[in-house]
């Protein structure tokens, strides 16, 4: 099991950046894809980004594409979400999750673990 806790959130606005960050403990972090959702208030939590277990491959919800970067640091058991050119639609509690499986998947149902989630809002 891996236990997931996310920090990074806050308040930026418009064209700002954030990053946030995921850390992870207990066995077999560097083994699993790893992934970043969101909630915005009244919908329903929506995929945002994932990585596989070595980093060398990733892939985008359209919506976040070009501007969020996800990534991972394997030894420092850390995954990261840059997000750039941030909009108020980006506004929402965003989730790390460590995957089932060492691949990429954007389906909730391939998670197994859940962080507690970090706001971020974005002002106009």
């Known amino acids: 099991q891996v236990q997931l806790v996310e920090s990074g959130g806050g308040l930026v606005q418009a064209g700002g950046s954030l990053r946030l960050s995921c850390a992870a403990s207990g066995r077999g972090f560097s083994r699993r894809g790893m992934g970043w959702f969101r909630q915005a208030p009244g919908k329903e939590r929506a995929f945002v980004a994932a990585?596989?277990?070595?980093?060398?491959?990733?892939y985008y919800a359209d919506s976040v594409k070009g501007r969020f970067t996800i990534s991972r640091d394997n030894a420092k058991n850390t995954v990261y979400l840059q997000m750039n050119s941030l909009k108020p639609e980006d506004t929402a509690v965003y989730y790390c999750?460590?995957?089932?499986?060492?691949?990429?998947?954007?389906?909730?149902?391939?998670?197994?673990?859940w962080g507690q989630g970090t706001q971020v809002t974005v002002s106009s």
């Open positions: 999750a460590a995957g089932l499986g060492a691949g990429i998947s954007s389906r909730p149902a391939d998670f197994g673990s």
């Open positions: 990585i596989n277990w070595s980093g060398s491959s990733t």
